[in-house]
T-cell receptor
Framework: GQNIDQPTEMTATEGAIVQINCTYQ??????LFWYQQHAGEAPTFLSY??LDGLEEKGRFSSFLSRSKGYSYLLLKELQMKDSASYLC??????????WGAGTKLIIKP | ETGVTQTPRHLVMGMTNKKSLKCEQH?????MYWYKQSAKKPLELMFV???????ENNSVPSRFSPECPNSSHLFLHLHTLQPEDSALYLC??????????????FGEGSRLTVL
């Protein structure tokens, strides 16, 4: 079966750095997405990785290792507004999106 | 005006009621999706429409009935639901489904409670 694993919840301090991991076992791979979802709001696109390596976008970076079936989302200089759920999703060989259950990130002052 | 708009935002219904959820997208996309989001569970894809044609129906019970009259509008008709159907129902759109879903644009969801 296909599976995406990510931690259920993480806590970090304002101004710090946090890394949210995502591991996957899927039938093929056509890219990995990260979405952010604030409570009561729509998920919004953060990043897309299809090649190995690090993609940086401001305070957020996303890393992919296809050989290890592993990705992480790195958030720097954390702000209170970064408190949200972060969803990892993989596009499989049939171009179906397989979703993780999401990681709830709590930022403390 | 947001890209994808869902109404109502909140809905409480009894098990014998009939109601509908509405989704409208103003992005010119050709694909629209219904997802179910339950607490601490992955998003569950329910239906996909590509150019108004249903291309995916992930074994969803018949008490959920989708309708896509045009590329900008999507409905989810609900009848004789069960309490376990209580969840957040998210609508999304994308330019197309062929060659990959690409980035999805989500609405804020309709929070459904079935009593």
């Amino acid at each position: 079966g296909q599976n995406i694993d990510q931690p259920t919840e993480m806590t970090a301090t304002e101004g710090a750095i946090v890394q949210i991991n995502c591991t996957y076992q899927t039938s093929g791979f056509n890219g990995l997405f990260w979405y952010q979802q604030h409570a009561g709001e729509a998920p919004t696109f953060l990043s897309y990785n299809v090649l190995d390596g690090l993609e940086e976008k401001g305070r957020f970076s996303s890393f992919l290792s296809r050989s290890k079936g592993y990705s992480y989302l790195l958030l720097k200089e954390l702000q209170m507004k970064d408190s949200a759920s972060y969803l990892c999703a993989v596009l499989d060989s049939n171009y179906q999106l397989i979703w993780g259950a999401g990681t709830k990130l709590i930022i403390k002052p | 005006e947001t890209g994808v708009t869902q109404t109502p935002r909140h809905l409480v219904m009894g098990m014998t009621n009939k109601k509908s959820l509405k989704c409208e997208q103003h992005l010119g996309h050709n694909a629209m999706y219904w997802y179910k989001q339950s607490a601490k569970k992955p998003l569950e894809l329910m239906f996909v429409y590509n150019f108004k044609e249903q291309t995916e129906n992930n074994s969803v019970p018949s008490r959920f009935s989708p309708e896509c009259p045009n590329s900008s509008h999507l409905f989810l008709h609900l009848h004789t639901l069960q309490p376990e159907d209580s969840a957040l129902y998210l609508c999304a759109s994308s330019p197309a489904t062929s060659g990959g879903a690409g980035e999805l644009f989500f609405g804020e969801g309709s929070r459904l409670t079935v009593l």
